[in-house]
């Protein structure tokens, strides 16, 4: 079992950034692929960036290529987003993800176990 608990989130007038931090329970952590999705308003669950269990390997969706940046701290049992030059179609509940040790990071939601309660994302024009 996993339990991952997202913070970071908050209102944001375009332009600006936020960290989006994951912590997760458990022992295991370093066994685990993380991802980052995102659901905005009357929309579906989008894949945002995912990283595999080493940390070597990362995956964005277009829209935010070269502007956020997932990360990993092992030790710390935790996944970062770091979100910079934000818009307001960033503006959505964002969600963390864990999916056991796979060779890949998937941009299917379907293929994560564990998610986290949320957190919402607000950027202001």
């Known amino acids: 079992q996993v339990q991952l608990v997202e913070s970071g989130g908050g209102l944001v007038q375009a332009g600006g950034s936020l960290r989006l931090s994951c912590a997760a329970s458990g022992r295991t952590f370093s066994s685990y692929n993380m991802g980052w999705f995102r659901q905005g308003p009357g929309k579906e669950r989008e894949f945002v960036a995912g990283?595999?269990?080493?940390?070597?390997?990362?995956r964005y969706v277009d829209s935010v290529k070269g502007r956020f940046t997932i990360s990993r701290d092992n030790a710390k049992n935790t996944v970062y987003l770091q979100m910079n030059s934000l818009n307001p179609e960033d503006t959505a509940v964002y969600y963390c993800?864990?999916?056991?040790?796979?060779?890949?990071?998937?941009?299917?939601?379907?293929?994560?176990?564990?998610w986290g309660q949320g957190t919402q994302v607000t950027v202001s024009s």
């Open positions: 993800a864990a999916r056991f040790m796979a060779l890949g990071v998937d941009s299917d939601y379907a293929q994560y176990n564990y």
């Open positions: 990283i595999n269990w080493r940390g070597g390997r990362t």
